[in-house]
């Protein structure tokens, strides 16, 4: 019979990816909700881990809250994973009972910080991409119009709009 078992790293990650953290704080904040008890929430998030560097992390938790440590405690041993507003969030939500309400905000706070790192970069890129529209077709039938509802770029011919502004000029 084949060993199902992955190996497990033997030492400390230098960076686990921000998904990572995010799947795992999700995993959570949703076993914990559910009302299992938190070592079986975190060995049963353990043997989902793919990621080796994430799975060291969570075994090493898991020993820690096994011999008494508070949670936030193990967490905050590891702090080249979860930074000092992930800890302090885990440890208010310790101390008020609520350690799933506060999971819950961390997801939350770490999506936006995911998805904040990709708006600068794409709306730079637009606006070249605008830019190069404009040198390529600087005639008077562009034909597009940038329309802010939802973020999206709508095409439509407005060489009347131009026609009827240059006519409102004279």
């Not at 075994?59 to 702090?79: C, M, N, R, Y």
């Not at 609520?98 to 970069?121: A, C, G, Y």
Request: with cysteine; charged share 20%.
């Amino acid at each position: 019979e084949k060993n199902t078992k992955t190996k497990i790293s033997k030492k400390a990650p230098k960076k686990v990816p921000v998904h990572e953290v995010i799947v795992f704080t999700k995993k959570l904040e949703t076993m914990i909700r559910a009302g299992l008890p938190i070592l079986e929430t975190i060995a049963m998030i353990q043997e989902q881990t793919e990621d080796q560097g994430l799975k060291w992390v969570i075994e090493k938790i898991h020993q820690d809250v096994e011999s008494g440590t508070p949670l936030s405690d193990a967490f905050a041993k590891h702090s080249q994973v979860f930074n000092n507003v992930y800890i302090n969030l885990l440890r208010a939500g310790e101390s008020s009972g609520k350690v799933d309400l506060f999971l819950k905000k961390l997801v939350i706070s770490l999506h936006n910080l995911l998805f904040s790192k990709f708006q600068h970069p794409i709306k730079c890129v637009c606006c070249v991409l605008i830019f190069i529209l404009f040198i390529l077709f600087p005639s008077n039938n562009l034909n597009i119009l940038l329309c802010k509802s939802n973020n999206s770029i709508a095409f439509s011919n407005i060489s009347q709009t131009f026609t009827v502004l240059s006519n409102f000029k004279q």
